[in-house]
């Protein structure tokens, strides 16, 4: 997605150890009616798979799966990172190691929201290594539910996690696939 | 909003210990054809208020603070629970202690996505006694931007939170008013 590419160039920024921050438009401050666009766009890549559901790990990636669940006329699933005093007792969790923040924490799902013969977008706003993919594939598996591939707001393709995927014969639809960085500039792979 | 209060007679469930659960429409599955509407109602509430920006505190309001600020035309700020890596130094914070969670945290914004002259609309999903408000209520102080007004999905008026915002002066609009729950009903204030 051209536009996705020119939001980066124009917005984004590059910080210290490989960190890409767009939090002025993607996950800090949200610029909707863009937003809005890229769901549009997610729900176009996805829109002959038959979805059923959009999922998504909270925080950054809600709403992006929000306005993709939009576009798509489809309930969102938001998997929880920890326990809540309203969560069901009868979930699904999966443990992932976060790139972003060095640490581990284990993603969490009531088992009513997903079903055998649901057929699943995962929607985040960015993929790294991949371990947060990884996580939900293993609650969809557990769940009977099948997994239709990934929409991705921005791929750090340098990190190999999308690719890895790719290899297994899982869909994911990158809008921008950032192949390296460096202080002055970002350069994608087309 | 009449749909709210249907919605919560039709889906929700009251747990013990006042627990109002919306889980599946609400903040764990997202009705988001339904969500749309509850946004759209947001922003009509507040359509003469010449509202700059919506905000919500992560995670719970992310869904609703992105349809309500979608249909008023304006970007959405979200506030962190905890620092990022991806985090500007220069930050808003505050100290909120979770009604839920029956823990405390630091809410935190960077200063570049408030200014001074922005007219700000709270979105969240549930109002009990008001802590995140008052919480967003000094950020937005520290920051210069106007406080315009609080769109929230379902107030439990039986806690107070929203009347002591009232009585300040603070316009408070909820679409659905929980004056008492029992296991087996619901009471909404009109």
Redesign the interface.
Known sequence: MKAMEEKILTSGKV?P?N?L?V??FL???????F??EVGKEMARLFADAGVTKVITI??SG??LA??T??AL??????V?KHF???Q?KEVYTATIDSF???NSYTAV??R??LNEGDRVLIVDDFLAVGNAIRGLQKILGEAGATLVGCAIAIEKAFQGGGDALRAEGIRVESLAMVESMSDDSVTFRR
């Open positions: 910080l150890g960190v921050k939090g002025n996950n800090q401050q949200l610029d909707v009616n937003l809005t909270e925080a809600i709403a929000t306005l669940a939009q006329g489809v309930p969102a699933v938001i929880k809540s005093a309203n069901s972003t923040h060095k799902v009531a009513e929201y």
